[in-house]
C-alpha cells in the first residue's frame, strides 16, 4: 500500500515525463515509477492494479520495456470488474503476441467472458482475439464466435464478423464453420455488419474453391445490394461527396470481381450493374471517393469476362483519369491501360495523344510508366509518328528512362519499320543521341540492316560519316560507323548518291580513323573496329597505303593485348601476303538471321552430305591460298604440304578436315519443354548430356516475351534434391525484352552420381506491366533421357 501511494497519478506521470528536458531526466522519472508499479504488483494489491497497468502500458507507448506487466494482464483479464477487465484485455493486445505462450493463458479466460450477455464485455474479448489470436485459439474459439454472428446485438455481431475474418486468414480451414451464417448477415441494413459481412466472404472465397462455388449463387443477391447503394443508398449519414456508402461499394465490387472471375454466368448478372456504376458515378471525378468507385469497377470490368462494349467503357473512364490534376489518379490510370493494352488495343490507341502528353510529366514515376505505355501502343499505322515522339522524349528523358526508352524505339523500328531506309536513319538518331544507353545487340543488328540493304550502302556510309565527324563520343555509334566505312569506304568519294556530296580527299577519312583510334573515350573494341576499318580502306581507296601502314605499325607494340595482336596480324598481312590482301579483305558476305537451330543443323548436314559426294579434288592453287589463309604467321606457303584427297565416305571430309578419329553416331537430341507461361512470357528448358561425363546434365533455361512490355528484373532459381549437385551460371541479362525481343538465357549444370529420376524446383522473380511477380513451381515431366 505504501507503494501505491508514493507513486504517481496517471495524469501525473504522464504531465512529468512532458516536462523533462533532457533525455536523461525521463529515463529517471520513468525508472522510479517502473520500481513503483513492479513493488505494487509484488504486493498484489487488487485495487490498484489495473491503474498500475494503465501507467506501463504509457511507458510501453513510449518505447521502454514492460514485459513484467503480461502476467497482471491475466489476472485483470480474469477479474470481475469491467474496469480490470478493460485495462486487462487492451494490456494483452499492447503487450502479448503470437511469439510467447503467455498469450494462450487468456483462452479459458476470453471463452467464458464469449459465453456471458454482456454485450461491452463481449466486445473487449473479440477485439482481443481478432488482434492477437492465434491459430490454435481461433481453433478453440470458432464455435463461440459463430455463435455471435447471429446475436441481436449489432454491437456484437459486427465486432463477431470482424473476428471471424481474423480467424479465417489463420486457419482457412475453418471456412465452412462461417458459410452459413454469411447468408443472413446479407440481408442486414447495419453499414458496419453489412461491410465486414462482404468482407468476411471475400476472404472465404480467396481461400476455399468450394466456398466460391457457394457464393456464386449469391450473384444476385449483391447485385441488388450495390443497385440499391446506386440508386436510393442506405443512409446519408455513410455518403461522402456525394456518393453513397463509397466503401461498401469498392468492398462490393471487389467481391463481384472474385465471383465473375473466369465464370461466364456471374459475369453476364453483373454487366448491366456495372455500367450503370460506371455511368452513374462518372458524372463528377473531382472527388476522390467517386474515383475509388470507378477505379474497382474498371478492375472488375477488365478481370470478369465482360461485354465489348463495357470494355471499352472501362478504357473511356482510365482516358479521363488521364486527365485528372492529381498524379496519384493519373499514375494508377496508366498501369491500368497498359494491362488493358492486350486485349483491348483499339480501345486504348484512342487515348493515345493522352498517353504521349504524359511522357512530359516532371514525376519519375508518372513519365516511366507513359512510356511503357507508348511503346505497347506502337504499331504498323503509327509507327512513324510514335517514333518521332518518342525520340524527342529521348533527348530530353531523364538518364535512369534513356536506356529503356532507346531499346524500346529499337525494337519498335526493327518490328514495324515501313522502309528499310527509315529504319536505317531511326536506329542512327537513336545512337546519335543516347548511344551509351542502347542494347548490346544494337550494333550487330544496324550492319546487318546495312549491309542487307544494297541500294542504301553509299547513303549509310555518308550519313553514318558525317555524324561520326561531329561525335566521337558514342561508342556504339562509332563502331557502326567504322565498320560501315571500312566495308563501303569507296562510296565516300563516289558521286552514287544524290543528297549528299562526295568527299574530295581521302585524307578526311583517314584522319578521322586516326582521331578515333587516339581518342581517350574510344574502347578497346571501339578501336579494333576502327584498326579493321583502316587496313580494309586500303583496298578501298585509290591513294597510297603508306599512312596506312604506319598506323597500323604503331599499334603492334599496344598494351592492349587485343589490339596488339590485331596490328601484328594486318603488319604481316601487309608485308608477307600482300598479295592475297585484297581477296581477303573483300566485303563481309550477309549473314542471314532469324534462323531456327534445326534449320542450321539441316543445312549443316546437307553441306557436309554435298562435301562428301563431291569427286573432284580442289585445284592446287586454291589449296594453296587455303594454307596461306590458315597460317599466316608460319613460313613461307611454299614449304606447306597440299592436303590429301578427300574420302568419298559420308562425313569422311569433316573427319578429316577436323583431323579426328570415326567416332560412333551422337546419341538422339532430348527434346526441349515448356514449363512455364504467363502473359506472353514463356520459359523453355533445353538438355544436353556431354559425351565424357555420363553422370552430368546441362540445361538451358531461356525466357522469351512476346507480349508488348518489357520484363525487368528477371531472376531465376533453382533447387534440386539433395542426392545433387546443382550449379548455376550466370543469366545473359536481366531483361527480357518484349515483342520477341533476344531470349535470355541461364545455363544450369546438374551432376546426377545415383541417376535417380531428375526433379527440379524453379523460383522466377521479375518485373511486368508494373506489377512485381514471383512464382514458385516444380518440373516433374523431365524427359527420361535427361537422367538414364
Excluded at 504531465?15 to 528536458?21: D, G, L, P, T, Y
Excluded at 576499318?533 to 599512312?547: C, P
Excluded at 536481366?734 to 538465357?745: F, S
Excluded at 545455363?747 to 511477380?773: C, D, E, M, W
Amino acid at each position: 500500500m505504501v507503494a501505491s501511494s508514493s507513486s504517481l497519478k496517471l495524469q501525473d506521470l504522464i504531465q512529468e515525463i512532458r516536462e523533462a528536458k533532457t533525455q536523461a531526466q525521463e529515463r529517471e522519472v520513468i525508472q522510479k515509477e517502473c520500481a513503483h508499479i513492479r513493488a505494487s504488483f509484488r504486493d498484489g494489491d487488487p485495487l490498484h492494479r489495473h491503474r498500475q497497468l494503465a501507467k506501463l502500458l504509457y511507458v510501453h507507448l513510449l518505447g521502454y520495456p514492460a514485459h513484467f506487466g503480461q502476467m497482471e494482464c491475466l489476472k485483470l483479464i480474469a477479474s470481475p470488474r469491467f474496469t480490470d477487465k478493460r485495462v486487462g484485455y487492451l494490456g494483452a493486445m499492447l503487450l502479448l503476441d503470437e511469439r510467447q505462450d503467455a498469450h494462450l493463458l487468456i483462452t479459458n479466460s476470453i471463452k467464458n467472458d464469449l459465453s456471458q450477455g454482456i454485450q461491452a464485455v463481449q466486445g473487449l474479448a473479440l477485439c482481443t482475439l481478432s488482434a492477437t489470436g492465434s491459430a490454435e485459439m481461433c481453433r478453440d474459439l470458432a464455435t463461440e464466435v459463430e455463435k455471435l454472428l447471429l446475436q441481436p446485438s449489432a454491437y456484437v455481431r459486427k465486432k463477431a464478423v470482424l473476428t471471424a475474418v481474423h480467424m479465417i486468414r489463420k486457419v482457412p480451414e475453418l471456412s465452412e464453420i462461417f458459410l452459413p451464417p454469411c447468408a443472413q448477415l446479407l440481408h442486414e441494413h447495419h453499414h458496419g455488419i453489412l461491410l465486414g459481412t462482404i468482407t468476411l466472404i471475400t476472404e472465404l472465397c480467396e481461400r476455399s474453391p468450394a466456398a466460391l462455388e457457394h457464393f456464386r449463387k449469391m450473384v444476385p443477391q449483391l447485385v441488388h445490394i450495390l443497385r440499391t447503394l446506386v440508386t436510393t443508398g442506405y443512409s446519408t449519414e455513410h455518403s461522402i461527396s456525394g456518393v453513397s456508402d463509397p466503401f461498401l461499394q469498392v468492398q462490393i465490387l471487389r467481391l463481384l470481381r472474385i465471383l465473375g472471375r473466369n465464370h461466364e454466368e456471374s459475369s453476364e448478372t453483373m454487366n448491366d450493374l456495372l455500367a450503370q456504376v460506371g455511368v452513374a458515378t462518372n458524372t463528377d471525378t473531382s472527388r476522390n471517393a467517386g474515383n475509388a468507385v470507378l477505379f474497382e469497377t474498371v478492375l472488375t470490368i477488365m478481370d470478369i469476362r465482360s461485354a465489348a462494349g463495357l470494355r471499352v467503357l472501362a478504357v473511356n473512364i482510365l482516358g479521363r483519369f488521364l486527365l485528372n490534376s492529381d498524379r496519384n489518379i493519373r499514375y494508377v490510370a496508366l498501369t491500368s491501360l497498359l494491362r488493358l493494352v492486350q486485349s483491348d488495343h483499339s480501345a486504348v490507341q484512342r487515348h493515345r495523344p493522352t498517353v504521349v502528353e504524359c511522357l512530359r510529366e516532371p514525376d519519375g514515376s508518372l513519365s516511366r510508366r507513359a512510356l511503357e505505355l507508348s511503346l505497347a501502343l506502337v504499331n504498323s499505322s503509327n509507327v512513324q509518328a510514335m517514333t518521332q515522339e518518342l525520340q524527342g522524349f529521348l533527348e530530353s528523358c531523364p538518364p535512369d528512362l534513356q536506356a529503356d526508352c532507346a531499346s524500346g524505339i529499337l525494337l519498335a523500328a526493327e518490328r514495324f519499320a515501313p522502309t528499310k531506309r527509315w529504319h536505317i536513319d531511326t536506329t542512327l538518331r537513336v545512337l546519335m543521341t543516347a548511344g551509351t544507353h542502347v542494347r548490346d545487340d544494337a550494333v550487330a543488328n544496324l550492319t546487318q540492316l546495312i549491309g542487307g540493304a544494297q541500294e542504301l550502302h553509299a547513303y549509310s556510309v555518308r550519313r553514318l560519316y558525317s555524324a561520326l565527324a561531329e561525335d566521337i563520343s558514342q561508342q556504339p555509334l562509332v563502331q557502326v560507323a567504322t565498320w560501315c566505312i571500312g566495308e563501303y569506304g569507296d562510296l565516300l568519294l563516289e558521286g552514287s548518291c544524290e543528297e549528299i556530296e562526295p568527299l574530295q580527299v581521302e585524307e578526311e577519312v583517314l584522319a578521322l580513323l586516326e582521331r578515333v583510334l587516339q581518342s581517350h573515350m574510344s574502347l578497346p573494341a571501339t578501336r579494333g573496329y576502327a584498326l579493321t576499318a583502316l587496313v580494309k580502306l586500303s583496298t578501298r581507296l585509290r591513294g597510297d597505303n603508306n599512312r596506312i601502314r604506319q598506323v597500323v605499325s604503331i599499334y603492334g607494340s599496344c598494351l592492349d593485348v587485343e589490339l596488339q595482336q590485331r596490328a601484328v596480324e594486318y603488319n604481316t598481312l601487309f608485308q608477307k601476303y600482300d598479295h592475297m590482301r585484297a581477296a581477303i579483305l573483300e566485303k563481309i558476305p550477309l549473314v542471314e538471321r532469324g534462323g531456327s537451330q534445326v534449320d542450321e543443323e539441316a543445312k549443316e548436314n546437307e553441306e557436309t552430305a554435298q562435301l562428301s559426294e563431291a569427286a573432284p579434288v580442289p585445284t592446287e592453287p586454291q589449296a594453296s591460298k587455303l594454307l596461306d589463309l590458315l597460317d599466316l604467321l608460319d613460313g613461307p606457303s611454299g614449304d606447306a604440304q597440299h592436303p590429301p584427297p578427300l574420302d568419298p565416305t559420308p562425313g569422311g571430309a569433316l573427319i578429316h578436315l577436323l583431323n579426328l578419329p570415326c567416332a560412333p553416331p551422337p546419341p538422339a537430341p532430348i527434346p526441349n519443354l515448356k514449363v512455364f507461361e504467363r502473359e506472353g512470357l514463356q520459359l523453355n528448358l533445353s538438355f544436353v548430356r556431354p559425351p565424357g561425363t555420363p553422370t552430368s546434365l546441362l540445361i538451358t533455361v531461356t525466357a522469351t516475351n512476346t507480349s508488348g512490355g518489357d520484363v525487368t528484373h528477371f531472376i531465376c532459381q533453382a533447387a534440386v534434391p539433395k542426392s545433387f549437385q546443382l550449379q548455376l551460371q550466370a543469366p545473359s541479362g536481366d531483361t527480357v525484352p518484349a515483342q520477341g525481343g533476344l531470349p535470355m538465357t541461364q545455363l544450369l549444370r546438374i551432376l546426377n552420381p545415383k541417376k535417380a529420376p531428375l526433379r527440379l524446383k524453379l523460383r522466377l522473380t521479375y518485373n511486368h506491366f508494373g506489377q512485381s511477380v514471383q512464382e514458385i513451381f516444380e518440373v516433374n515431366n523431365l524427359p527420361v533421357e535427361t537422367w538414364q
